[in-house]
């Protein structure tokens, strides 16, 4: 008896926010009432803030980020290290970087990383948009700030080569032990890389 | 260094999905960036039916269910038994034994239950509705499917005394439920078997 409790509006919605990561249909229900009960303070205004974003989202056609306009907040920013690309797989690394506060350098974002076993080729990525802008005279270095998996540092060694025969300087992203991390959680792996590449105190 | 990362609009999206239950700031920007890459299938469809919502469901005034059309589409089923009336704390009460699908009664909603602790008072919940629903003639029975913690059987004392003068017939959910369980948590089976055995008061 699939009854049709509550009309097909609720369950329509209902059934969206299901599709959000980490929900499922209960905690979507759990949503859906929390979100009704809220009409004024929470649905309508994320109603209103999912259709603006729907409708005025873009990449930017510099560096991949998203924003509202094009080129993106970042891009427009004259206060930041042009000569410096930050290249990372996606977005949300980029929010994550610029969380972190550390540099004020450019981005590129690569669109994902390559992965055989996914079928993510070359071609998939952002790699010629890259090149090009590697090739410009102002720009000094490029910093690989992928993910340290296998899929990643494939992704860096592949990138470390396309622009070998250019006179930027490639860099990666420090390995190490995490701050606040403790030893003996740590994989073998990071604290040999920690290890390796120890530094004067 | 708190830099505009991708303008306001991604910001605001953000700041309200984390206030989605089970969300803070980390899902939800995973969730923006999940939405943003599925513009056509998911945020635009979700951004319609949240404005849908949000203009358009309104309380029931007969059960207190939710719905976009009132009475709702429950209190509107013409198979449904309405000399049965199935009092629930709340909507999520509601479509958790709908979703069971055991019994096609009517229901009503309290809006909640006595609690001195949160100062939840008979005033605030829906009595006089349900004390008039119970008292007209064609109402046989209340099925009191409130839950089983101290406040949900202290409600449903309070109900079986307001309606003691009356002819209606009053039950309790079977315990099957176990004690301390909450019925939007329990499985289909169980409240099947509690709503076959309920007993009287």
Known sequence: MAQATAGPEIERLVQLLARLPGFGPRSARRAALHLIGRREQLLSPLADA????ADRIVVCGACGNLDTSDPCTVCRDPGRDTSI????EGVSDLWA???AGA?????HVLGGVLSPLDGVRPEHLSLDGLVARASRPDTRELIL???ATVDGQTTAHYITDLVAHLPVKVTRLAHGVPIGGELDYLDEGTLQAALRQRTAM
Chains 1, 2 share one sequence.
Request: charged content about 20%.
């Open 97 to 99: 970087l610029e969380r």
């Open 50 to 53: 999912m259709r603006v974003a």
């Open 103 to 107: 540099l004020r350098a450019a981005y």
């Open 145 to 147: 700030a992928l993910n």
């Open 85 to 88: 690309v930050v290249v990372v």
